[in-house]
C-alpha cells in the first residue's frame, strides 16, 4: 500500500459525459501528479500540482483539467468524454520536486 | 527533453536465471532514474531509484541496477528470477523543470514472463 488513495476504482459511463477522479496523497506529501495509462499511449504525465499550484503540464487535453485543494487532495475531471478516454488514470504523490513518486491503484474509466 | 527507451516490450527467462532488462536514457542534465513494477491490475511500485552517489543501485526483491553515464543506461538486473517476478517493469527517468514541476518521463514497458 503507497498511502495514496484513488476513487472509484472502476468507473463506466457514456460518449459526452463527464467525471471526476478524486486522490488523497500519502500524509504531508505536497506534490500531486495524474498519469493516464492506455494500451495505444502507454504511461502519460499528464498534470503536476505542489501546495495548490500547477507546477508542471504534460499532455492534458483541454477537456481535461485538475486543481488540488487545499487539504491538498487533488480532483481530475474529464468532461465530454470519447471512447478514446477509456484508460486507467494513476494518481501519484511526492514530498516535494524530485522526490519519489508513489503511485495509487488507479481508477479505471471505460467510456462506452 | 528527456526520454527513457526500453528494449524489448517481451523478456522470458527460466525461473532461476539472471533477469536482464534494458533502459537507455537521454537527458540534457543529470537525469534521476528509476524503475517501477506493475503487477496485473495493481499500481506502479517502486523497485529503485538513481539519484545521486554510489552508480550501483539495490532495490526491493533483490533487483539492482546499475547507472552507466558514457552508455547513457540504467539496466535493471536480478540474479535469479522467481516466478512472482512476473509482471510489467517500467524505466523512467525525471528533471526537476524550469517552475519547480517534475515530469517523471515513462518507458514503454517490458514484460517479464518466468517459465519453469
Known amino acids: 500500500d503507497s498511502g495514496v488513495t484513488q476513487t472509484p476504482k472502476h468507473l463506466i459511463t457514456a460518449t459526452g459525459q463527464r467525471v471526476t477522479l478524486r486522490c488523497s496523497p500519502r500524509s504531508g506529501d505536497l506534490s500531486v501528479y495524474w498519469y493516464q495509462q492506455s494500451l495505444d499511449q502507454g504511461l502519460q504525465f499528464l498534470i503536476q500540482y505542489y501546495n495548490g499550484e500547477e507546477r508542471a503540464k504534460g499532455n492534458i487535453l483541454e477537456r481535461f483539467s485538475a486543481q488540488q485543494f487545499p487539504d491538498l487532495h487533488s480532483e481530475l475531471n474529464l468532461s465530454s468524454l470519447e471512447l478514446g478516454d477509456s484508460a486507467l488514470y494513476f494518481c501519484a504523490s511526492s514530498p516535494r520536486g524530485l522526490d519519489t513518486i508513489y503511485f495509487g491503484e488507479g481508477s479505471w474509466l471505460t467510456v462506452v | 527533453a528527456q526520454s527513457v527507451t526500453q528494449l524489448g516490450s517481451h523478456v522470458s527467462v527460466s525461473e532461476g536465471a539472471l533477469v536482464l532488462l534494458r533502459c537507455n536514457y537521454s537527458s540534457s542534465v543529470p537525469p534521476y532514474l528509476f524503475w517501477y513494477v506493475q503487477y496485473p491490475n495493481q499500481g506502479l511500485q517502486l523497485l529503485l531509484k538513481?539519484?545521486?552517489?554510489?552508480?550501483l543501485v539495490k532495490g526491493i526483491n533483490g533487483f539492482e541496477a546499475e547507472f552507466k553515464k558514457s552508455e547513457t543506461s540504467f539496466h535493471l538486473t536480478k540474479p535469479s528470477a522467481h516466478m512472482s517476478d512476473a509482471a510489467e517493469y517500467f524505466c523512467?527517468?525525471?528533471?526537476?523543470?524550469?517552475?519547480?514541476?517534475?515530469?517523471?518521463?515513462f518507458g514503454t514497458g517490458t514484460q517479464l514472463k518466468v517459465e519453469l
Open positions: 538513481y539519484t545521486t552517489g554510489a552508480t
Open positions: 523512467a527517468v525525471s528533471v526537476l523543470g524550469k517552475g519547480g514541476g517534475n515530469k517523471l518521463t
